[in-house]
């Protein structure tokens, strides 16, 4: 049985697949969590979307080769979720963490969305016996390379539409 996973939720690159810095937040509070559980294995979300990836190749690669870039071996990473959105990012990753008797599994997002992430995730694996945990990184609104008020709020709908659903 595998001891736990890691999940990074995607965030957007840029044109040439760099990540912009609340990408490269998640990958360092990643692997920071990864140097302390070193037996846990990676899952990264995070295709294409209008909003956060316009290249050819998915946002997870790109999480991929950052990590990869700091050490961690390309065995511990599991096979990318190419979602394009929180939900899909929750919905790919239940069967690839059920299929391995994964017993937790911590969200590394960023702070302006971990409470739609809490959620979906939550709602998305209710059904399971998975303890789940969530780590944000803060977000610099000087340096985070996007309109973080209008973030703020995108979340907030976003949330309450989800909740007016009763997903």
């Known amino acids: 049985m595998q001891k736990g996973v890691i999940i990074v939720l995607g965030s957007a690159n840029d044109e040439r697949g760099r990540l912009i810095?609340?990408?490269?937040?998640?990958?360092?509070?990643?692997?920071?969590?990864?140097?302390?559980?070193?037996d846990w294995k990676l899952l990264l979300t995070g295709g294409f979307g209008e909003h956060f990836n316009r290249t050819?190749?998915?946002?997870?690669?790109?999480?991929?080769?950052?990590?990869?870039s700091r050490g961690v071996p390309e065995a511990d990473i599991l096979p990318l979720v190419e979602s394009r959105n929180t939900i899909e990012d929750a919905q790919m990753a239940k069967p690839l963490l059920l299929e391995r008797g994964c017993p937790a599994a911590v969200?590394?997002?960023?702070?302006y969305h971990w409470e739609r992430a809490?959620?979906?995730?939550?709602?998305?694996?209710?059904?399971?016996a998975l303890s789940l945990f969530f780590v944000v990184t803060e977000t610099a609104e000087d340096a985070c390379g996007i309109d973080l008020v209008s973030q703020r709020m995108h979340e907030a709908r976003a949330l309450k539409k989800l909740m007016e659903k009763g997903f």
């Open 21 to 38: 810095p609340i990408g490269e937040q998640r990958g360092r509070m990643a692997y920071g969590l990864y140097r302390a559980n070193p």
């Open 56 to 68: 050819f190749r998915p946002h997870a690669l790109y999480m991929k080769n950052f990590l990869i």
């Open 107 to 111: 969200v590394v997002t960023s702070d």
């Open 118 to 128: 809490r959620f979906v995730f939550q709602r998305t694996f209710r059904d399971t």
